[in-house]
Every structure is written in C-alpha cells, then in structure tokens.
C-alpha cells in the first residue's frame, strides 16, 4: 500500500500511537491538540488512504477542482450510498432524525459563512471578495430568512454535535491558517457533493409524490445550485493556474478528501442520535 502523500503533523509532545476517543466538546486551551486528534482519527479511519494524490495532477488535463472531486469521488459515494441518504429518497427518514441534522446545519451553516468571510478577506481580487461576502450572507439564510440570526458562539459550543463542532473547527483552521487554495479545498467539498449528491439522485431515482422530503431534494438539485458550485471552483482554479508545488496540491487533496469523510459522518450521525431513546421527543422542529 502506497503512503499518503500528506498527513497533519503534531507536535512531539502530543503525537499519540493510536486516537481511540474524540472528546465532544473541545476547551479552549487543549484547541490545538484535539483538532490534531480529530485529524488524525479521520485520517485513520478514512478509506481510501486520503491526500493521496502527486504534483503532476495540478497540471493535467481537466481543471483541478474537478481533480479533486474525482479524486474524491469513493468518498462522496459514501453519502450517496449511506442510510441517510437512501432513506430520505425512499421516504422513510425519520422526522426526528431530519429534525435533528437540520438543526445541526444550521449551527454549521453559522461557521461555514464565516469562512466564506475570511476567504473574501484574505482575497486580493475584488470581484472575489464581493462574491464570496455575498455567498457567505446566503448561508446565513440556506433554511430561511432568520433562522441564524441569533446562533452565537455559546448556542453554538452549547448545541453542536461532535461532528458538527469537529469539521467546522477543520475548516475554520484551514481557511484562517493555511494558503487560499488549501482553504478554498476544506470548504469546497459542501458545495461541490450537494450538487452532485442531489443532481444525481433527482436524474435517477424516482422521488414519490408524497415524500415529505421531495421540496428539500429539488431545492439541492436545482440548476443554480450547480452554477454556484461553477463559480466557487472557478476561484480555486485561479489559484492552481500558475503551478502548485507537490506539497500544496498534496494538502488541498487531504484537505477536500477530509471533509467530504465529514459529510458523510454529518449525514449518518443523525441517524445514529435518532436511534437513542427520547429522540423523537427531543428533536427541535425547523
């Protein structure tokens, strides 16, 4: 098996043999040591071997958002694949469960418009800025005017999953911390699997005319949806046209395969705080 190209490197005093926890919430002072360990339990546990990819696909043919996808692909297939996913399309999802990762969303959407915020910040092309600090006001709203206005930073740590709280605090680190390409890679995948995730699923599978979740899937698999996936890769991709060193297109390549292995965990955790007792009871409507 060949080793990854890329993998988070900890400090000496915090590089543990194996992570066999993830602890839900994370305090302030240990931030820097458990995001190490949330990356590297994804990176153990995410197959195929992620960030696996050489210098020489930056530059071959096709752009290279769409290299990252396809590269990604196995990984987007999970989410198309997983309950979630397949029992939203059959119907059969539970209110709760929806109820629940709708809610969780939206406490993502809050930290997502943020990082749109910092790219635009961090961006020297005002025509760049513009779009992204737009975008990043349209997340705010993804379930309706209002819904985040009053999400914040204590509504989040108190109400956010472990994944939720573990693959906002992923891209949050890449998008203020690493170089635009590497940052645009962690948000990218959000966008880049709902369009195909969505698209793919209205074009091939028949959705029954009562299926509470019919308005959802159509809003997601709408053609303007796959415009913004468009315009979002074309930012990337400007970034990637001058040539990009193996190590930077090794991290970008980690970085989008991360967290399309979040998506994936976003979806299927739902399911999984759905199955405990009182879920139906304590599920928060939207």
């Not at 209110?95 to 635009?120: H, S």
């Not at 315009?231 to 040539?243: I, M, S, V």
């Not at 970085?255 to 979040?262: G, I, T, V």
């Amino acid at each position: 098996q060949v080793a990854c190209a890329w993998r988070p490197r900890p400090p000496a005093s915090m590089a543990p043999s194996r992570v066999v926890d993830v602890p839900r919430r994370l305090t302030a002072g240990g931030m820097g040591a458990a995001r190490w360990l949330l990356l590297a339990a994804l990176a153990a546990a995410a197959s195929p071997c992620l960030g696996q990819v050489h210098a020489k696909d930056a530059s071959a043919g096709g752009s290279f958002a769409s290299r990252l996808f396809e590269s990604a692909r196995p990984l987007a297939e999970e989410s198309l694949k997983g309950r979630f996913i397949s029992e939203m399309v059959a119907g059969t999802l539970p209110k709760a469960a929806f109820d629940y990762y709708l809610r969780q969303d939206n406490l993502y959407l809050t930290k997502y418009a943020r990082a749109f915020a910092v790219l635009g910040a961090k961006s020297d092309n005002t025509d760049e800025l513009v779009w992204l600090l737009n975008a990043s006001v349209g997340f705010l709203h993804e379930h309706g005017a209002g819904h985040n206005r009053h999400v914040d930073d204590q509504t989040f740590e108190r109400e956010a999953s472990a994944t939720t709280l573990a693959y906002t605090s992923f891209f949050l680190q890449a998008t203020w911390g690493e170089e635009a390409i590497v940052g645009y890679a962690s948000v990218l995948p959000c966008q880049r699997l709902y369009d195909w995730l969505f698209a793919t699923i209205n074009a091939t599978r028949d959705i029954e005319p009562d299926n509470p979740y019919q308005d959802f899937i159509r809003q997601y698999a709408d053609p303007g949806v796959h415009r913004t996936t468009l315009e979002l890769e074309a930012f990337l991709d400007r970034y990637a046209q001058h040539g990009l060193s193996e190590e930077v297109v090794a991290r970008a390549q980690y970085h989008y395969d991360a967290a399309m292995k979040y998506e994936a965990q976003f979806f299927e955790e739902a399911l999984h705080h759905c199955e405990a007792p009182g879920c139906a009871a304590n599920a928060t409507a939207t």
